[in-house]
């Protein structure tokens, strides 16, 4: 067996695995790794905040469904990625953060930035070790990634202390493969009953959370709901796992991003069939009135995420694919009927009876008509990217989509700043995609110093920013207090130029005033973007004070803008 040196090992290992693109930032206690990452084939961007880079590992990992890499030194390095750790943990995204350490002869004395980041990132991750032995390394790598894969997916962290990357090992690449990742297949007794369910019911309702996705199920949720002639829903993780122009899309229901039809015909049906869906309280909202007199069943890959919020009728350990695909078999077996077309009349009429109104003209610019001009500029091929806040809610209401993985929002964790690096992720995975990032004036600050790694390594994307002026989601949850205190972050005439901040970084942008200029300012962005191959920003000025519909129930949504 060749001897080499034990980082080289770990190079080939992240080769081996399907990873060309990482994203990092260089330290003296992390060197050894990126020695070994030149001429390893890996392409690498050095990002301004190991948080950046824990996003755009994130987002090139929800675009590509493997696992995404993000490097960083030792001490604070560890500690920024924290939040990305998080993020990941939360939406189930599949991520690998790898960390410099002192040596570790040093770690008992209070060395130059040594932290236990192992300790610190356990809550968030699904493994966090470090590697004592150099010969662990590159099977300690080969479990990282199995980990990350498996069952739930979700971040790892490995932590190297400088020693041990400066050591040689017994290592062949050439006879080493990925470690194989257990399917989780469903219980055929309890696929049975669930179409026994099924068929009883009357209005029965499939509901696709985020493991449709992450499932790479889409094709056999349409043909299950095509086929028994069920309504499919979606939850903000699961938006674009079905067709939203289809005769059986039943909307997105819910307490902030819903459509008012959707939470109707959620409240109507009498079964729900709910894959991968962690039944989030954004989704749900008082169980009380979300459980009501209907039946659930819960499929999900993970065990202890059945019963987590409620305990359903019925509960299936599987993979969605898995389930969907025996599901749709044994319905073909037994002849099963479909579901009556009444239930399907039913939900044209909600769609025609309930709809929001995004046509408006007025100046300031409303923000549901930034959404309906998204929605026809840009195709259904585009991969657009949002994080936390009013934007992201009136997206959930207004925005299209219509193919997995190609909306990514970061749903539960909700950090601001995601969407800059995220969308840098994004389009390293598909250089020849479109992407679009929506962004609040807010969030776009948080971690704008990553547009210089999108102009320094020529990643084109447009940013659609809705700017109040405000913490507008916060400014609205303080009207319950009877407040509006420190929210409010306007000065001068627009408060931050945030078309300046673009061009400091290289990178072009423009200012919309009225309704009429936004489908042509997007246009122009899209070309620009393509000209220039770096970012580009359409800043769009909307009413200060907008309020977000939302309530606390599916049955008391506040509706504060006219809906016909």
């Not at 829903?233 to 819910?254: I, N, Q, R, S, Y």
């Not at 929002?409 to 390293?428: D, S």
């Not at 207090?481 to 945030?498: K, L």
């Amino acid at each position: 067996m060749p001897r080499v040196p034990a980082m080289q090992a770990v190079a080939d290992v992240l080769a081996s695995e399907g990873v060309d693109t990482a994203f990092g930032c260089p330290g003296a206690a992390i060197l050894p790794l990126y020695q070994a990452l030149q001429g390893s084939g890996i392409e690498h961007l050095v990002v301004r905040h190991e948080e950046g880079a824990t996003h755009m590992a994130d987002g090139w990992a929800r675009t590509t469904g493997n696992v995404g890499v993000a490097i960083g030194t030792s001490g604070p390095a560890g500690t920024n990625m924290i939040t990305g750790l998080y993020t990941a943990q939360a939406d189930s995204i599949p991520i690998l953060c790898i960390t410099g350490q002192a040596v570790s002869t040093k770690l008992h004395q209070e060395a130059f930035q040594a932290v236990d980041i192992v300790e610190i990132a356990k809550p968030v991750t699904k493994w966090a070790v470090q590697v004592k032995e150099a010969a662990q390394a590159p099977w300690i790598f080969r479990e990282a990634f199995r980990i990350a894969r498996s069952g739930r997916p979700g971040p790892v962290l490995i932590d190297l202390p400088l020693d041990v990357q400066k050591q040689d090992i017994e290592w062949d690449a050439g006879i080493d493969a990925p470690l194989p990742v257990p399917a989780v297949l469903p219980h055929p007794a309890r696929v049975e009953r669930a179409l026994d369910l099924l068929l009883a019911a009357q209005r029965p309702l499939l509901l696709a959370g985020g493991g449709v996705v992450l499932g790479e199920a889409s094709e056999q949720l349409r043909a299950v709901a095509e086929r028994l002639g069920i309504p499919v829903g979606v939850t903000l993780m699961g938006k674009g796992t079905f067709p939203e122009d289809h005769e059986l899309f039943a909307g997105m229901a819910g307490i902030q991003t819903s459509q008012r039809w959707a939470n109707a015909a959620f409240l109507e049906s009498d079964l729900v069939l709910a894959l991968g869906a962690r039944f989030g309280d954004r989704h749900t909202g008082a169980l009380e009135v979300y459980r009501g007199e209907r039946r659930f069943i819960h499929v999900d890959i993970e065990p202890t995420q059945i019963g987590r919020v409620f305990g359903p009728d019925l509960g299936i350990v599987s993979d969605t694919g898995a389930f969907l695909t025996e599901l749709l078999a044994v319905a073909q077996r037994r002849a099963a009927p479909r579901a009556g077309e009444a239930w399907v009349h039913r939900l044209t009429e909600l769609k025609r009876e309930l709809p929001r109104r995004a046509d408006f003209d007025q100046a300031p610019i409303k923000a549901p008509r930034v959404f309906a001009e998204i929605n026809d500029t840009y195709g259904e091929d585009t991969y657009f990217v949002t994080a936390i806040g009013l934007y992201q809610i009136w997206s959930g209401q207004f925005q299209r989509a219509h193919k997995p993985r190609h909306y990514q929002v970061c749903g539960q964790a909700g950090p601001l700043g995601w969407e800059i690096p995220a969308a840098i992720g994004v389009k390293k995975a598909r250089p020849d995609a479109e992407v679009v990032g929506v962004v609040g004036d807010y969030s776009f600050q948080f971690l704008v110093e990553e547009l210089a790694v999108a102009a320094q390594y020529d990643v084109p994307f447009v940013l659609i920013m809705l700017n109040n002026e405000y913490l507008g989601l916060i400014r609205q949850a303080e009207l319950g207090y009877g407040m509006n205190y420190q929210v409010d972050i306007h000065y001068d005439s627009y408060g931050t130029d945030n078309v300046k901040i673009m061009q400091a970084y290289g990178c072009s942008g423009t200012r919309v005033l009225e309704a009429a200029d936004i489908r042509p300012s997007l246009e122009w962005a899209r070309k620009e973007a393509e000209r220039t191959s770096r970012p580009v920003l359409v800043e769009i000025m909307i009413e200060r004070e907008a309020n977000a519909a939302m309530g606390t129930a599916l049955d008391n949504v506040v509706e504060f803008d006219p809906v016909t």
